[in-house]
């Protein structure tokens, strides 16, 4: 990994296409701005890993049981309470 100090307004680049700058620091909270071509997808860690997540094989089969047991669920709810 490459560590780097930057300060506001100072950027670096990544090859040629994208620029990473950093608009403000305050207190331990750092804003920055990403400026890539649109083909170059540009992801918080955090959504990143849920992308993936989603797309390994039998994810959609896992999502599918979960709604299906969801609706089980809720069926069930519904018989026990009285009409």
Same mark, same amino acid.
């Given at each position: 990994?490459?560590?780097?100090t930057r300060k506001?307004?100072?950027?670096?680049?990544?090859?040629?296409?994208?620029?990473?700058?950093?608009?403000?620091?305050?207190?331990? #909270?750092?804003?920055?701005?990403?400026?890539?071509?649109?083909?170059?997808p540009v992801f918080?860690?955090?959504?990143? *890993?849920?992308?993936?997540?989603?797309?390994?094989?039998?994810?959609?089969?896992?999502?599918? #049981?979960?709604?299906?047991?969801?609706?089980?669920?809720?069926? *069930?709810?519904?018989?026990?309470?009285?009409?």
């Amino acid at each position: 990994m490459l560590v780097l100090t930057r300060k506001s307004n100072q950027s670096i680049m990544i090859g040629d296409d994208v620029e990473v700058s950093v608009l403000s620091v305050v207190g331990e #909270k750092v804003r920055i701005g990403i400026q890539a071509p649109q083909n170059v997808p540009v992801f918080r860690t955090e959504i990143y *890993l849920e992308i993936q997540r989603q797309q390994e094989p039998g994810a959609d089969a896992a999502a599918e #049981k979960d709604e299906v047991a969801g609706e089980v669920d809720q069926a *069930l709810r519904g018989l026990s309470e009285p009409s």
